[in-house]
């Protein structure tokens, strides 16, 4: 297929890989839940990453049985998290959401619910004391999502997040955590967005992947966005369009399947400039892009 979206059938090998490839809502976030069940059925894929404000809006009920009806699968729900407040009051409202969103995570048939952490709190410089917190909160949430069939999946976000979003800014710190506990209860994301800056998260993720010695893969979910500069004002919608920036996705592809890892592979993108086309030829030109630089 070429980005203007003409089709052509892949080979056998390419078409397994192709298989595995998620649009998440946001990339699209022009279009509604029903668009995107429909647009993604369409181009022939077979997941979708949703996120929970427009999932509730629609109905979490209504959402599982439209992705369903279409024939795709969740590959993961965005987001749980934001566990670093030290106030009971407001740690007690954080864990209620996080089981919420585990409880919106089966219902809509998906094993993994996406944790951002949180940031620093106000005024605070503690990152170790943040992350403690973190590890706090886990162990309520872990044992409350394994009964349901969900698995934390702790996402690591570039360091220039770490302030206001997250303080967990590394695989290696990501996998510090998520290692006290068992790995079909806590997992962690690999983003290429957030980790391709890091000249250890090659060793970083064969750790996650398990082996001898290790109980497990730890990688729960493995998403694709690229870096482009200049870093537009408001960094968080500058995720560029694979194949558009610095990253070597084949690189993170080949790395992650060395593994083990077999799962979905999601396409999250934050940018305005994607939200302003027809979603129809977004995603054609993701899948044109996967197999030019992922494949």
């Known amino acids: 297929m070429t980005d203007q979206g003409t089709q052509e059938t892949p080979p056998t090998a390419a078409r397994t890989l192709l298989d595995r490839l998620s649009i998440n809502q946001e990339t699209v976030k022009q279009w509604s839940l029903p668009e995107l069940a429909d647009g993604c059925a369409r181009a022939g894929l077979r997941g979708v990453g949703l996120w929970r404000a427009p999932v509730q809006d629609y109905g979490v009920t209504a959402a599982a049985r439209l992705v369903r009806d279409a024939g795709l699968t969740v590959t993961s729900l965005c987001r749980g998290g934001f566990l670093t407040a030290p106030e009971p009051a407001a740690r007690a409202a954080a864990l209620d959401d996080n089981r919420a969103a585990v409880d919106e995570a089966a219902t809509l048939g998906t094993d993994t619910l996406v944790l951002v952490s949180g940031g620093l709190p ?116 500058g995720r560029g369009q694979l194949g558009d920036g610095s990253v070597d996705l084949r690189w993170f592809r080949e790395q992650v399947d060395a593994t083990g890892y077999r799962g979905p592979i999601e396409v999250e993108i934050f940018n305005p400039a994607l939200w302003e086309r027809d979603g129809a030829q977004v995603v054609a030109e993701i899948v044109a892009r996967f197999g030019a630089h992922v494949g």
């Open 122 to 237: 106000a005024g605070s410089r503690d990152l170790h004391g943040a992350r403690e917190r973190i590890a706090e909160a886990l162990a309520e949430l872990a044992p409350y999502a394994a009964e349901r069939g969900v698995r934390l999946a702790i996402e690591p976000l570039h360091p220039m997040y770490a302030a206001d979003r997250c303080v967990v800014s590394t695989l290696a710190q990501a996998l510090a955590l998520a290692e006290r506990f068992p790995a079909e209860q806590v997992g962690v994301v690999v983003d290429t967005y957030h980790l391709w800056w890091d000249d250890t998260v090659g060793e970083q993720i064969a750790r996650a992947g398990g082996g001898p010695g290790r109980d497990g893969s730890r990688i729960a979910a493995f998403q694709l966005a690229d870096w482009i500069t200049p870093l537009p004002e408001g960094v968080l919608l």
